[in-house]
């Protein structure tokens, strides 16, 4: 009966990515682990790129990451979809939290918002904390 759990968690845990939205979600965060910032916001939704300058947003990232140190694990812990977001037009939206460990922090929750734009999920927002 237990292989017949895991085997239903891992169709489920299949069918909900398979449109590559956790894909999208951790490559970007890598831009953030090797520091390209920039890179990371022009790989952004309009949306996001519409809302913060290419320094704006290098410069915000990398004050609340480069403390952290080295990322050392990071385990997907929550998805949820929405059609509606405080400060951004009604339409689709997944948002991904990680727990996340770092060299100079144990725990950190870093939370990554993703808009679909032509069909592709896009990032359009991080936070951590």
Not at 27 to 41: I, M, P, Q
Not at 101 to 112: D, G, H, L, P, R
Request: hydrophobic letters at 45%; a neutral charge; glycine letters at 4%.
């Amino acid at each position: 009966m237990k292989w017949v759990a895991v085997f239903l968690m891992s169709i489920c845990s299949t069918l909900v990515y398979a449109d590559s939205s956790l894909e999208t979600s951790t490559e970007w965060l890598k831009l953030f682990d090797a520091k390209a910032y920039r890179d990371g916001r022009n790989a952004a939704s309009p949306l996001l790129q519409s809302q913060v300058t290419e320094y704006e947003w290098a410069a915000s990232v990398q004050a609340v990451r480069n403390p952290l140190g080295t990322l050392t694990a990071r385990h997907l812990i929550k998805s949820t979809d929405h059609h509606e977001l405080a400060a951004a037009p009604d339409g689709q939206y997944r948002i991904l939290t990680f727990k996340s460990s770092f060299e100079n922090k144990a725990t950190a929750i870093e939370t990554v918002v993703l808009s679909k734009v032509n069909g592709q999920w896009l990032p359009a927002g991080y936070f951590i904390k």
